[in-house]
């Protein structure tokens, strides 16, 4: 097996030895779950690459959201250079499952928008698990649904060699029964063309071109060609290409499964006929038998997935084939290969709870003849099948939730930092319209908001960020101008911002082009904001998911990466949350503050440039605003194709370095430059 080679300046410090060491006895041991409860800013992602050396195994990362697992695979891309670091994430940009609505008699087609680079990212990963030992796939929850079955992806590819008889009508049929598309235009990734006694194919996995040239019914020679500038990068002897989508059948299985469905359908027409649905039947009749002729004329149809139970001959009920069918298995049938499940908290109820809402949907599908009953098992695993796949798992978390507290046979805790940072210093104060004003007799002030400001004015003056948190969208958007009124330099951040605007909202603040920042719930896990030195949490006794132990703990930590860190708790009475994690704050900085005094560890705030991915978008944006000035004049003069080969090429770099955000503004200045030369050419 190939080693994980961990590529890193820091040596690990703080908790991180400690918690490394006690993990990886922990998997030798063969514990099946375990926690790293590890406090914000403690470096949790850092530890777990160390257990990934150490271990040396196939490592699945699944995080709750894609945003958070680019994140992630970034990380780990920089700690495993020489290793195979994937992103496995839901390629549609936009998704409308079908669904029915009987009240309303209202059928909702399938509606997609599948991003061809996050496509070819996922075919990146399979064929990594598939070829190779070294591989790390960071995953959102979308690696617990269907997925084709890895035997026939693996089966069915094709595989040239230099100097084996092949004919040129041969390669195209072959080609085209693994999924790849002919095009007369240029490629992308998954299309092949013939030009001459050439055939040029790109990849699923990989933006480059196979060159394979033919000279009396042979393989003369095979190139690897740089897709942009045709130059040749390599020559090879043999290469191996994997089917262009992961629902793959052969000829011969897609005939017994033509069969099952054919069967499938005969009983449940009989079936709608004697419950009297006959609108249902001739409904199914209709739909099923397009799909059926689509399948035996050509192999595919829309909505394939839907039939993958017959297409993998499997028995109803039987769970599907996923991303975790991809890992390898030890030599007893164990799963070999060890699963992180980052913010576990949030992350492990979502996995959960994907099984049932699916399962609802279609249900009304198939009631009302809209599907097969064989369509009920396209579907995510349920949490019971996702545990049976897993094998050993470490949950990592600040606030860890209950199934990890009982499952996990060991706990172990990062609470030290690196940095010597300790968590924030919290202040109880109360709601009310009137408080007493401390150490002034008989001076009163305003309530939460007003004693908010205050304080906020005070941190801004000595150079700090402040964030304040409320329960509503509403209200987040009416203090933020309540703010402004009074002097604050302020805005709102919530769900409603779209993913780049948030991006930039967060630089600006860390940037200090303004001072306060008031969210709901986006200014918990995953921001790493070390500018900020207050927090300011109103209505805090309001029990609920915004304010649960989980919820306050994670907000507290946004606090914890800065030595003038204090967060103050606007309450008129001491809920049940809001003791737990004050009691865990505060058993947090007795330990951290203790360990300070024994090493004589001074603390230090974290120094962390603004994102450098959003510096990157912002240096692209630049240049593009310099291209685009320059399509009539400058290098690209006349030559309006040359810039937009040119911003492909930086898409593609950005998407390979994983940094979707600079992908996404090219990808949009590429949209313009193609409808300016389109004007231009009419």
Avoid at 241 to 262: C, N, S
Avoid at 371 to 395: C, H, V, W
Wanted: net charge positive.
């Amino acid at each position: 097996m190939t080693d994980f080679k961990l590529k890193n300046p820091f040596t690990p410090a703080g908790d991180q030895p400690k918690a490394i060491k006690e993990l990886c006895e922990g998997i030798s041991k063969d514990n099946r779950y375990q926690t790293l409860f590890g406090v914000t800013g403690s470096g949790k992602t850092f530890t777990v690459a160390n257990v990934i050396q150490q271990i040396n195994k196939p490592t699945l990362v699944i995080a709750h959201n894609k945003t958070l697992a680019a994140q992630l695979a970034q990380e780990y891309k920089d700690f495993f250079p020489e290793n195979a670091v994937h992103y496995f994430v839901s390629y549609y940009d936009y998704y409308q499952p079908e669904a029915y609505m009987h009240v309303t008699d209202t059928y909702i087609e399938k509606e997609a928008q599948i991003n061809e680079e996050i496509d070819r990212l996922r075919h990146a990963s399979t064929q990594a698990l598939l070829t190779r030992k070294d591989v790390i796939i960071v995953a959102s929850v979308s690696c617990i649904y269907g997925l084709g079955s890895p035997a026939e992806y693996k089966s069915v590819n094709l595989i040239l060699k230099v100097g084996d008889t092949a004919k040129r009508i041969d390669l195209t049929r072959r080609l085209v029964e693994i999924r790849f598309e002919r095009t007369n235009a240029d490629l992308n990734p998954g299309n092949f063309r013939v030009i001459g006694n050439f055939l040029e194919i790109m990849p699923t996995n990989e933006k480059i071109v196979y060159r394979i040239e033919l000279e009396d019914n042979k393989i003369r020679s095979i190139q690897i060609l740089n897709y942009l500038s045709r130059s040749i990068i390599e020559e090879k002897e043999a290469i191996t290409i994997f089917p262009g989508k992961h629902f793959i059948t052969d000829k011969e299985r897609l005939g017994v499964a033509i069969g099952r469905i054919k069967a499938e359908l005969k009983e449940q027409l009989k079936y709608f006929t004697k419950e009297g649905k006959l609108l249902e039947a001739d409904r199914l009749k209709r739909r099923t038998g397009y799909d059926l002729a689509l399948l035996k004329e050509v192999g595919y149809c829309n909505g394939i997935e839907n039939y993958s139970r017959h297409l993998s001959l499997r028995n109803a009920g039987d769970a599907p084939d996923t991303l975790l069918s991809y890992f390898p298995r030890d030599k007893d049938g164990k799963p070999g290969f060890l699963t992180v499940i980052d913010e576990s908290h949030v992350t492990i109820p979502q996995i959960g709870g994907m099984y049932a809402g699916d399962a609802s949907r279609k249900k009304n599908l198939i009631d009302h003849g809209f599907r097969l009953p064989s369509a009920r098992d396209n579907r995510p695993l349920n949490f019971k099948e996702f545990e049976e796949r897993i094998g050993q798992a470490i949950f990592t978390s600040a606030t860890p939730g209950n199934f990890e507290r009982e499952k996990s046979q060991k706990i172990v805790e990062q609470i030290i930092r690196p940095t010597g940072l300790i968590d924030p210093l919290l202040e109880v104060r109360p709601i009310s319209e009137k408080i007493e004003v401390p150490g002034k007799k008989n001076a009163k002030r305003g309530g939460q908001v007003f004693d908010f400001i205050e304080e906020a004015l005070k941190a801004i003056k000595k150079g700090g960020r402040v964030l304040t948190t409320t329960l509503t969208k509403k209200m987040a958007e009416e203090l933020s101008e309540f703010l402004k009124e009074r002097g604050v330099k302020a805005e709102f951040l919530h769900s409603d911002i779209k993913t780049m605007e948030r991006i930039e909202i967060l630089n600006d603040f860390r940037r200090g082009k303004f001072d306060c920042l008031v969210g709901v719930n986006l200014l918990r896990e995953g921001l790493d904001l070390p500018e900020v030195t207050l927090i300011g949490i109103l209505d805090a006794d309001k029990e609920g998911f915004l304010r649960s132990e989980t919820s306050l703990i994670q907000t507290i930590g946004r606090a914890a990466r800065n030595i003038d860190g204090k967060v103050i708790l606007y309450a008129d009475k001491i809920t049940d949350s809001l003791k737990h994690a004050i009691h865990e704050t505060e058993r947090r900085r007795q330990i951290q503050t203790a360990h300070n005094l024994k090493n004589n560890i001074t603390p230090q705030t974290i120094i962390k440039k603004v994102g450098e991915s959003i510096g990157q978008a912002e240096r692209e944006r630049q240049k593009a605003v310099e291209s685009l000035a320059n399509m009539d004049g400058g290098i690209y003069k006349g030559n309006s194709k040359k810039l937009i080969r040119e911003k492909e090429k930086q898409m593609n770099e950005a998407v390979k370095s994983l940094d979707f955000e600079t992908a996404a503004i090219l990808r949009d200045e590429i949209k313009f430059l193609l409808k300016k030369k389109k004007k231009t050419t009419n």
